[in-house]
């Protein structure tokens, strides 16, 4: 049994609430050496909502005003979860309260309030997360030890793309994540994100980006409910303006030398949730594409010619990160799993005293990449990340 336990208080109960939920009440049962998360509050303004969330995720009580969870001395740990432009407020509220904290990316609206969330974790000396959960799959984990190791060599490519399809239907609602206001970008911010984490993660900094972005759909009809990524509404509904990037495409130049590219686009017909990259190096490849997260495909040009090709590594046995604590070798796992690894990272830097990864400086960092490429399109020009 751990020896240790921490409080959590979280704000937020839709579709991240739920993924973060689930992930607290798995730690205790698969990772039982680290700190164990203990699911005390979680927060939301529909108090209707958030008692049957509480009940349903399993959260001993809840609140309907976040300020609630500050101001209890038993929270040590803030989940929030809720739409972007809450981030910010919360987060440096809570770092002055004291308490650890958990941020779902992108961390906030814009850089500059990326960069105070920053400042306020670090003048609090508290731990600081941002939920970049694709990291944490195992075969995602293998690719970052293969390029450590120097398995690839010299890294030439980095290619990424996180394609949806959710918004092809014109008459599907103005959701908050159309919404500039609430969710400070669209495909760029919420997908794009992702890859940005990926590439600095595997291949490392940035240093200029050029990208090209557009809006296919400029109005939308307003929403009558949303949840997650549903929400029902009326094509015959007054209409709002769309006021985010449906898909965000851009070019990169890597500080160590590698070139790359990073397309984000919810118009993708046919991709449901295809987060992949590939990455190619002098004495290697490797490709990975999240629907098949348990594999990863390597290719070295040092394999006997006459066998030659892409190999599909399955990534669960116990050789792979985090795979001990789970299933026989063979036995997959999912989507939630990542979340699961995700916060127990956040434990284990708990226990171990040290900074979370990726934490706050990491957020800053992908903000900085996504207001670059934003520039770089407002003035139809390269942009050097260190201009921002
Ligand atoms: C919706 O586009 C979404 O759920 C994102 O918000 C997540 O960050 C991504 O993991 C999957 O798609």
Request: hydrophobic share 40%.
């Amino acid at each position: 049994m751990s020896n240790k336990q921490i409080n959590v208080g979280m704000v937020g109960y839709k579709f991240m609430g739920k993924a973060h939920s689930n992930a607290y009440s798995r730690i205790g049962m698969f990772f039982p050496e680290t700190v164990t998360p203990v699911m005390k509050t979680i927060c939301g303004r529909d108090r209707l909502a958030v008692v049957q969330a509480a009940e349903q995720f399993g959260w001993e009580g809840f609140v309907t005003d976040w300020k609630e969870l500050l101001s209890d001395p038993a929270i040590e740990l803030i989940d929030i979860n809720a739409p972007s432009d809450a981030h910010k407020e919360i987060a440096i509220a809570a770092a002055k309260a004291g308490k650890h904290l958990f941020c779902e990316k992108p961390l906030a609206l814009n850089l500059a309030d990326s960069r105070d969330m920053l400042k306020s974790a670090e003048q609090a000396g508290i731990k600081h997360m941002v939920g970049f959960n694709y990291r944490f799959a195992p075969a995602v984990q293998l690719a970052k030890k293969l390029i450590e190791q120097n398995r690839l060599g010299e890294i030439y490519h980095f290619r990424g793309w996180f394609l949806q399809d959710w918004l092809l239907d014109p008459d599907f609602p103005l959701v908050w994540r159309l919404q500039k206001e609430v969710a400070g970008s669209g495909s760029h911010g919420d997908l794009g994100a992702h890859v940005v984490d990926l590439a600095h993660y595997l291949v490392g900094s940035m240093s200029e980006v050029i990208g090209m972005s557009e809006t296919f759909v400029p109005e939308r009809p307003m929403p009558t409910a949303m949840s997650g990524l549903s929400a029902k509404g009326s094509k015959d509904a007054p209409k709002g303006k769309v006021t985010v990037d449906d898909a965000t495409l851009f070019l990169i130049r890597f500080a160590g030398g590698a070139m790359g590219s990073i397309e984000a686009s919810r118009f993708a017909a046919g991709h449901r949730c295809t987060n992949a990259f590939e990455i190619n190096g002098s004495k290697g490849s490797i490709r990975f594409d999240f629907e098949r997260l348990n594999e990863l495909e390597v290719y070295f040009t040092d394999d006997d010619p006459d066998v030659q090709g892409f190999r599909r590594v399955l990534a669960t046995d116990p050789a792979h990160a985090y795979m001990d604590a789970w299933w026989p070798p063979g036995h997959t796992i999912g989507y939630e799993h990542t979340f699961v690894h995700e916060i127990r990272e956040l434990m284990e830097a708990i226990r171990e005293d040290r900074q979370p990864v990726p934490n706050f400086a990491d957020g800053v960092m992908c903000q900085q990449v996504l207001e670059a490429v934003d520039l770089s399109i407002a003035e139809r020009r390269w942009v050097k990340i260190s201009e921002l």
